[in-house]
């Protein structure tokens, strides 16, 4: 028998209320949409765009660990070490400076992955990730923008505070058009810019100093802050990686939590 207009209809209604499967085991802070805070939105990365950057990153430090290995050998040779040897030693060092950085940097269960969160709002931005403290920026308190080929640099001297946004952030165009709003952004390349990545990686932080700073003089700052840390995702927290685990993933990987966190 077949079923009525009714039974259809109710039917179809059950099948719309069905709640949308998680596209990662993790399914990041299990919020939609619709509860973030008015004018608040969220961002993940995008994991084709996550394996090719990374991927990336790790061969251009390969190239200059191989070149550093060059300069040394090259003295060795004209000294009298075997060319075989040379040769041997070159290859083999590469190869195992490559090796476990492009393992890691192709995985598509990587926490750093499936745990990257960015919200950003009209006055407020707050990035979590596994392995790495919230990095969060107010807009009144920004005074540079800069762009380079890995991403977006927001910086404030008052207080010392920086946020990384990687361009493989699914909606990179999207969060550049919102912080291109906030300031001019200003290309930065070569040299400077991984000075400066150097300088400020270390910056990225929350944003806890009141005394002094756009905090202190506007509460309804403060207020927007505490909106959208209470709709951020709490998955980063499972896992905790110390200053000293930072620093052997970047010697061993040739890339600071996947270029995505610096």
Same mark, same amino acid.
């Given at each position: 028998m077949a079923p009525s207009c009714d039974d259809q209809k109710s039917m179809s209604t059950q099948h719309m209320d069905l709640p949308p499967a998680p596209s990662t085991p993790f399914a990041p802070s299990q919020l939609r949409d619709s509860t973030l805070p008015l004018g608040v939105r969220r961002f993940h990365l995008d994991p084709l765009r996550h394996r090719e950057y990374a991927s990336a990153r790790v061969l251009r430090s390969v190239l200059v660990f191989a070149l550093a290995l060059a300069l040394v050998l090259v003295p060795a040779v004209v000294a009298g070490l075997p060319l075989g040897a040379s040769m041997a030693l070159f290859v083999g060092a590469t190869a195992c400076a490559a090796t476990p950085g492009l393992l890691f940097a192709r995985r598509t269960n990587s926490p750093q992955l499936l745990t990257y969160e960015l919200l950003v709002g009209t006055r407020v931005a707050r990035r979590t990730v596994a392995g790495s403290q919230p990095a969060e920026m107010l807009r009144p308190e920004v005074t540079a923008i800069f762009e380079t080929s890995d991403g977006l640099w927001l910086a404030s001297t008052t207080p010392r505070r920086a946020l990384f946004v990687s361009r493989a952030v699914d909606g990179y165009a999207?969060? /550049? !058009?919102?912080?291109?709003?906030? &300031?001019?952004?200003?290309?930065? $390349?070569?040299? /400077? !810019?991984?000075?400066?990545?150097? &300088?400020?990686?270390?910056?990225? $932080?929350?944003?806890? !100093?009141?005394?002094?700073?756009?905090?202190?003089?506007?509460p309804s700052l403060g207020a927007e802050l505490e909106l959208v840390r209470g709709a951020s995702s709490t998955h980063w927290e499972q896992y905790v990686a110390t200053p000293v685990l930072r620093r052997l993933r970047r010697v061993a990987f040739g890339l600071s939590y996947d270029g995505i966190a610096k």
């Open positions: 999207d969060v /550049r !058009a919102e912080f291109a709003s906030w &300031r001019v952004i200003e290309p930065l $390349g070569g040299a /400077r !810019a991984w000075r400066h990545a150097t &300088r400020d990686g270390a910056a990225q $932080g929350p944003r806890d !100093a009141i005394q002094g700073t756009a905090l202190g003089s506007d």
